[in-house]
């Protein structure tokens, strides 16, 4: 264990610790300690324990299914890729566009009042974009209502049955449709993808008014807030960028947010060594004692880098190009060494197949260290023996 911090002048080592113990990216005999002997959890609890830490990290980025999985099994040592899946199938979490049009993975309770704190930053664009795709007004209401009347009492579909349905209906529609039509419908909390159907299927389209048994209701100033500081609990320390980039919100917004969430106590003001910015955190995480994983392998698209606008604490910029090749927007998967992003490693097709690992240069990677942190996630990967399906 590292001794903890208290409220005052941050080295950039500090701010990745803290933010590492914050993504509760931790060492394993602190895991061992919260969870139980060698960290294990019970089957049972396991889709309660992916609930919690999808509650905690309040949004995760869900483009890449399978990566989505692991940040959250990350996080919750001990439980398995199934119970990701049960969870899913228990309405506790859901896949959906919360903010700044990404797609993540949200607990079910929080989507709605998520989007209607952001939807403002996000929604006035979508006309010019319809227009882009040669969609009128009119068509997109037939699709919509088509798709609506599929799922009303418990429908569900994937996006291929969606596909189906219109051509079934016969609408004349565009591949390029399909995915704006989507993200609308649950960007105005029309739908939301719920449900697994089994083995690595993706979650299926369902109405959220039917899905979603127990939203929350929070709004105004108290939803800036609480985006504030469930946000700074699950990164910090956080910058006012940092939060304006995540949210998408304007960075006049973030500033009033963290400004209101300082006042209640719930946010602490930091600064860091040679950084004129304002960094926030919450007091536990600068109490935290916990000390952090050496070793990690996380997936593509992690909060422990996406997570933030500036990464500088976590990844060398003179790296970037080998984390987003082509700087095509797709974040791959890393090495991690006491927070800091020190290469790429690639997955084979099962969770016993080989992993490909890629040190960056001048670095080297330990071979019982990443062999341990590979471990961790193939025992999260691993199939089961009874394995997830649809109610």
């Known amino acids: 264990m590292t001794e903890p911090l208290r409220a005052g002048t941050l080295s950039v080592a500090d701010v990745r610790r803290v933010r590492m113990r914050a993504q509760r990216l931790i060492a394993r005999d602190a895991v061992a300690a919260r969870t139980g002997p060698n960290g294990t959890a019970s089957t049972a609890d396991g889709p309660a324990r992916i609930a919690e830490a999808a509650h ?3 949004a995760v980025q869900g483009q890449d299914w399978r990566s989505s999985r692991w940040a959250l099994g990350v996080r919750a040592p001990g439980t398995r890729d199934t119970d990701v899946l049960r969870a899913f199938d228990a309405g506790l979490v859901v896949r959906a566009w919360p903010m700044r049009g990404t797609l993540h993975v949200v607990p079910a309770a929080d989507i709605g009042w998520m989007q209607r704190a952001t939807n403002h930053r996000v929604l006035p664009g979508a006309p010019k974009r319809r227009a882009f795709l040669g969609l009128d007004d009119r068509t997109l209401d037939r699709l ?11 429908g569900r579909l994937s996006r291929a049955e969606v596909s189906d349905l219109w051509t079934a209906a ?10 704006h039509v ?28 039917e899905w979603i048994r127990h939203p929350r209701s929070v709004t105004g100033d108290a939803a800036l807030v609480e ?37 209640s106590g719930a946010l602490v003001p930091v600064a860091v060594h040679d950084d004129p910015a304002t960094y926030w955190a919450t007091g536990e995480a600068l109490d935290d004692a916990d000390g952090i994983a050496p070793w990690l392998v996380l997936p593509a698209f992690d909060e422990h880098l996406l997570g933030y606008a ?23 998967a890393t090495v991690v060494h006491d ?20 040190p960056f240069p001048g670095h080297r990677l330990s071979e019982s ?3 341990a942190a590979v471990d961790r996630w193939r025992a999260f990967a691993r199939p089961d023996p009874t394995p997830a399906t649809a109610p």
């Open 310 to 332: 500036g990464r500088g604490a976590q990844l060398d910029p003179e790296h970037f190009d080998r984390i987003v090749p082509g700087k095509n927007g797709m974040f791959l």
């Open 182 to 209: 989507l993200w609308w419908m649950c960007q105005n909390g029309i739908t939301t993808f719920g449900p697994v159907d089994g083995g690595d299927r993706e979650p299926q389209l369902v109405l959220a008014d």
């Open 369 to 371: 260290g990443v062999a």
């Open 144 to 154: 919509i209502d088509t798709t609506v009347g599929a799922l009303r009492e418990g």
């Open 56 to 58: 905690y990290m309040f």
């Open 227 to 263: 985006l504030a500081t469930r946000y700074t609990a699950a990164r910090g320390p956080i910058t006012a960028k940092d939060l304006s980039w995540w949210t998408g919100l304007t960075l006049r917004e973030a500033r009033s947010a963290l400004a209101h969430a300082t006042e």
């Open 339 to 358: 927070g800091r992003v020190v290469g790429t490693w690639k997955r084979g097709t099962t969770a016993s197949a080989p992993v490909e690992t890629t």
């Open 170 to 179: 016969g609408i004349a529609w565009e591949s390029a449709w399909r995915y």
